[in-house]
Structure formats: C-alpha cells, structure tokens
C-alpha cells in the first residue's frame, strides 16, 4: 500500500548540533515529497518540497532535504539547530488514490531543542 | 493579507450538539482542504473542494458536510457531534492542486463531551 513513515516520534538535540529527520515513502512512481512545520499552537508552514531534478533541495529556515530513490526516502536536515526549530515536522506525499491524487502527511515527527 | 482564517479559535460542545467550522483565504486560491489532527495520526483529509462549486471526501469524512460557499470561504459542519471528533481542525488551501504549497488556517481546537 502506498503510504509515508517517519519513524521518530520525538528526537531532542543540543543546540547548534546537526540534525536529520527520516521520512520513508512507499510510492510505486516518482513521488511529490514535502515537509512541512508546525510551531506550537500555530499550523502548518512549508518547508521545501521535492518534484523532479536535483535531489538535493533547499528550503526555508536553513533547512534541506534529500530523495534518495533507492532508499525510498526524503530525509530532512539542518547543519545547526537553533533553539526556534523546536517544532512538529510533518513528511508529506501526494498519493494516487480511488478519488483522485491526495496529500498523505506521515505521524510527525516532535523536535526538542536542548540549550 | 490574512492568509487563511479560522473561527473559531475553540469550541466545547456537548454530544449531539452541533456547529459550523468557518474558513477564509483572500489568496484567490481555487481549492480549499479540511483537515484533523489527532495525537499519532498526522493530519488526516476530512474534505476538499478543488474548485467553487466542487466538494469531494477525503480520507475520513463520516460525520461532516462541508459548503464550499464562494471561492473564498469553505465551511466544516458537524451535524450530531461525537467525542470521538475531539480533534483540532485545520482548514487550508492551494492555488490549484494538492501539488502545491497548501498554506494552513491557526486551527480550532474542538472538545466534545
């Protein structure tokens, strides 16, 4: 079944420490990957999102991604995280579905930020 | 601009009472998304309209009907309320398809008891 995963609830980081955040997608095509954010009490705000071409993309807030199709995956990373990036970030994909194309967001993912 | 509104903010209501979730975008945008977000589950499509006029269910629908008004407002109602529909809701919208950015509403945060 087509469908995304992050595998990491929660992942807490010092501060100015690298950070990775892992989204797996199953997806028998080329997937529309996205990553989105959502400060506390706030919605959701995207990030970067990947559709074709480079596989390596840059977004907002210092933050990219990279797809890598033989991993079937779209991982997120920052080289150094600020208090600020405390956050939820959502993986997201457009799945083909019976009623037509959707965007499927994986569980999420809660990052902590250590001073 | 305002970008997406939501109103309102929260709601407690109690089972069997019902209520309209109202959403506003002033980006001109063609489609418009419900969305709920639970504890563990992401966010998960309740409806979307991809165009004024045009209402299609998403992924967990039961319980709601939404009015796709004009193109700016798209409207969430729950008839009959549930506890299992406390929930915060998040209305959001695209310029055309799911393949663009969505941009997202604050939310409401909604208690049924």
């Known amino acids: 079944a087509q469908s995304v995963t992050q595998p990491d609830i929660h992942i807490t980081v010092s501060e100015g420490a690298s950070l990775e955040l892992r989204c797996n997608y199953s997806?028998?095509?080329?997937?529309?990957l996205f990553w989105y954010v959502q400060s506390p009490g706030q919605g959701l705000q995207l990030l970067l999102k990947?559709?074709?071409?480079?596989?390596l993309v840059q977004g907002i807030k210092g933050f990219e991604a990279e797809f890598k199709r033989s991993q079937s995956s779209f991982n997120l990373r920052k080289p150094s995280v600020h208090w600020s990036d405390a956050a939820e970030y959502f993986c997201?994909?457009?799945?083909?579905?019976?009623?037509?194309?959707?965007?499927?967001f994986g569980t999420g993912t809660q990052l902590k930020v250590e001073l | 601009n305002a970008g997406v509104t939501q109103t309102p903010k929260f709601q407690v209501l109690k089972t069997g009472q019902s209520m309209t979730l109202q959403c506003a975008q002033d980006?001109?945008?063609?489609?418009m998304y419900w969305y709920r977000q639970d504890p563990g589950m992401g966010l998960r499509l309740i409806y979307y309209?991809?165009?004024?006029?045009?209402?299609d269910k998403g992924e967990v629908p039961n319980g709601y009907n939404v009015s796709r008004l004009n193109k700016r407002e798209f409207s969430l109602r729950l008839e009959s309320a549930a506890p299992s529909q406390t929930s915060v809701y998040f209305c959001?919208?695209?310029?055309?398809?799911?393949?663009?950015?969505?941009?997202f509403g604050p939310g409401t945060r909604l208690t049924v008891l």
């Open positions: 959001a919208s695209s310029e055309r398809t799911v393949y663009n950015e969505q941009f």
């Open positions: 997806y028998g095509a080329t997937p529309y």
């Open positions: 990947y559709f074709s071409g480079d596989t």
């Open positions: 997201a994909v457009v799945l083909l579905t019976g009623g037509g194309n959707k965007l499927t």
């Open positions: 980006m001109n945008h063609n489609s």
């Open positions: 309209s991809a165009s004024e006029g045009t209402t």
